[in-house]
């Protein structure tokens, strides 16, 4: 069964430091997310991507934050400068093109920004 | 104000019984989708189940069955003759109509003793 996979399971980085994480969707799927979950706390949507193109994204979502489809199978999250913060642990899901579908997540990475 | 209200933050059973959890959601939207997602300890999350707004047949799965009621815009989520694996952090989440951020609720934690 197609799954969305996510690399590094887990990175610790200091804080100012850039961090690119890594999300390969399915691979017939065309919509694509980032969402973070702090420890204990829900889950928050970042960003979606659709086209080659941010379709929407929150407030959460600030200068700091970047995302990229560099190739036809990635779609990666650039924090910048990370700060303490950031620590959390980051989604990518992916969805189909027929009308709403569900979202399927990836198994997450887990960032430390000491 | 949040779009979906998890109100029991953390539940207790004794394996065997049988657990609802209850999630309230907000939206003005005629069109609109729910969702179940279960986040075991190992951190990811699972699709369970999408039910559409139009759909207020009510499901079951094995042990698990979903009542959705959009007079009281309600989708509770009943674990029957819970079993250990059942212990994990469930979320309910909804999606509108422009079919992009998934808006979580705080989730419930489930611990099923043995």
């Known amino acids: 069964e197609p799954e969305v996979t996510q690399t590094p399971s887990h990175q610790v980085t200091q804080m100012g430091q850039e961090v690119i994480l890594r999300c390969v969707p399915i691979s017939n799927h065309l919509y694509f997310y980032w969402y973070r979950q702090i420890l204990g706390q829900k889950v928050e949507f970042l960003v979606s991507?659709?086209?080659?193109?941010?379709?929407?994204k929150s407030e959460i979502f600030d200068d700091q934050f970047s995302v990229e489809r560099p190739d036809g199978s990635n779609f990666t999250l650039k924090i910048r400068s990370t700060k303490l913060e950031d620590s959390a642990m980051y989604f990518c899901?992916?969805?189909?093109?027929?009308?709403?579908?569900?979202?399927?997540f990836g198994p997450g990475t887990r960032l430390l920004v000491l | 104000a949040q779009k979906v209200t998890q109100a029991q933050t953390e539940i207790s059973v004794v394996e065997k019984e049988d657990v609802t959890l209850d999630c309230v959601y907000e939206t003005r939207d005629t069109t609109y989708y729910l969702f179940w997602y279960k986040q075991p300890p190992s951190g990811e999350l699972v699709f369970l189940i999408r039910r559409n707004s139009f759909d207020e047949q009510n499901e079951i799965s094995g042990r698990y069955s979903w009542n959705f009621q959009k007079s009281t815009s309600s989708f509770n989520f009943t674990i029957t003759a819970s079993q250990v694996v059942d212990s994990a952090v469930y979320f309910c989440?909804?999606?509108?109509?422009?079919?992009?951020?998934?808006?979580f609720g705080t989730g419930t934690s489930l611990t099923v003793i043995p």
């Open positions: 991507f659709y086209n080659n193109e941010i379709s929407e």
């Open positions: 899901a992916s969805r189909g093109d027929r009308g709403v579908e569900t979202q399927y």
């Open positions: 989440a909804l999606s509108e109509n422009t079919g992009n951020q998934f808006y």
